[in-house]
């Protein structure tokens, strides 16, 4: 799980700026939002407001950049480190700087990473969480590189002189220079326990996961059943593709579109349409199967219709490509950071969405921006150190939390947000129509 992430001269992010998920001890409501059974105390949700522009996509930006440095050995070399570094400030640092400290399979890690255009710097800890003296795993500054469990200091060098741009993580997984378990769990955090969700992140093979994972079928499900919006159910209907293609009318195109995309994985061929799963074709001991979603409807007069995905709205359809993720970070001790997860999904839905997470039992974190301002409610959905706020002033992302704000526990958020109580929010002048 997440406890902090400093970000430093990354897009807006000039000045150091720390994010971290440290619930207030002191404030008593809503409990269940926190971690406890941990050696250090850890919210189970973040949500992040800021005007448009004020730099909260860039946060997911840095913790998806981050993620790509650490498990792609090629990462920088797909980017240009220029994009990236803050450009409004005349004598500027041309070094990202990024601190993160997590925990994985109970240990607690801190991570340092300086990345500039000619060297990349970088620091390892088993985290003492303050009780302690941390632990250096590892140091590497250029090709230079230190550690206890160093295999070979000589071949470690030669290593880093031929990838100079690459992580010590991701070089570590193909050509084992530390031997120790901490260096592949801190890997595998990276790029098994940390899901980062865009705007537009979309899922090719959700039919197939689906089909393949029955209990993530059962959980959206319930979703549906306790947002109330008039999906009774959702199925994976399972054809025969021969008998399939006899009643559909583009089955020549369907059966050339297959044949050109080969069966890669165990998920099959998966066609997408407007940005939605709407089959999944598999050979399985020589038999061809195809796979679509069904969405069983109430209609007129209590009258229940099967649709399809490509009959449903655009928020529905994100709503459940969002499932598997609120899955994740319910039962697989994940850490999700998703990105304007209110897009394309009314407020109401999205506070029962959201309620239905705080709710509920879970194991990992779920780290979100919005806009959606009634989620600010403290009496009955978050607590106030769950609200972080982002600001930008002459080009820089100040990122704080409600938690600094003196609040009573009546006090409504949400109406002192929108009345710019605590900043963050956009100021406007009057529109003029002349031009």
Not at 227 to 232: A, E, R, S
Not at 244 to 255: G, H, R, V, Y
Not at 291 to 317: A, C, H
Request: aromatic share 10%; with cysteine; net charge negative.
């Amino acid at each position: 799980m997440l406890l902090r992430f400093k970000i430093k001269n990354f897009l807006s992010f000039y000045k150091e700026t720390v994010f971290d998920m440290f619930p207030n001890i002191k404030r008593l409501n809503f409990q269940h939002h926190i971690y406890m059974n941990m050696d250090v105390p850890l919210l189970k949700q973040a949500a992040i407001y800021g005007a448009n522009g004020s730099g909260k996509s860039n946060f997911i930006k840095a913790v998806s950049f981050l993620r790509g440095f650490v498990t792609q050995e090629n990462f920088l070399q797909s980017v240009d480190l220029e994009d990236y570094i803050f450009q409004l400030a005349e004598e500027n640092s041309q070094i990202i700087s990024f601190e993160i400290e997590f925990s994985h399979k109970d240990r607690y890690y801190i991570y340092c990473v300086d990345i500039g255009k000619k060297e990349v710097s970088e620091k390892l800890w088993i985290s003492g969480l303050g009780k302690s003296e941390d632990k250096l795993l590892f140091e590497r500054n250029g090709n230079i590189i230190s550690s206890p469990c160093l295999q070979n200091e000589r071949s470690a060098k030669q290593l880093l002189e031929r990838r100079p741009d690459s992580s010590v993580m991701s070089l570590n997984k193909n050509y084992p220079i530390i031997i120790n378990n901490d260096i592949n769990s801190v890997y595998d955090w990276f790029s098994i326990k940390l899901a980062i969700i865009t705007i537009n992140s979309q899922i090719p093979m959700l039919i197939g996961i689906m089909s393949q994972q029955p209990e993530l079928l059962k959980f959206a499900n319930k979703v549906f059943e306790n947002i109330g919006i008039g999906i009774k159910s959702v199925e994976i209907k399972e054809s025969d593709f021969d008998k399939w293609t006899e009643n559909i009318k583009n089955a020549d195109s369907l059966t050339q579109i297959i044949e050109k995309n080969p069966q890669r994985d165990n998920f099959g061929v998966n066609l997408l349409k407007d940005k939605r799963n709407i089959l999944n074709f598999q050979i399985q001991k020589g038999i061809k199967t195809v796979r679509e979603f069904v969405f069983d409807q109430l209609g007129q007069s209590g009258y229940q219709g099967k649709m399809n995905i490509l009959s449903q709205s655009d928020g529905t359809v994100r709503l459940l490509t969002l499932i598997p993720a609120f899955y994740e970070a319910m039962f697989q001790n994940k850490t999700v950071v998703i990105d304007e997860i209110d897009n394309s999904i009314h407020p109401n839905l999205m506070f029962e969405l959201i309620r239905f997470y705080a709710n509920n039992k879970s194991n990992g974190q779920l780290i979100f921006t919005t806009h959606t301002t009634k989620l600010l409610n403290q009496q009955e959905l978050v607590r106030p150190d769950e609200i972080w706020l982002t600001e930008k002033s002459e080009g820089n992302t100040k990122m704080f939390s409600l938690n600094d704000f003196e609040l009573h526990n009546t006090s409504n958020i949400e109406n002192g947000y929108l009345d710019g109580r605590y900043g963050a929010v956009p100021v406007m002048e009057e529109l003029n129509a002349e031009l």
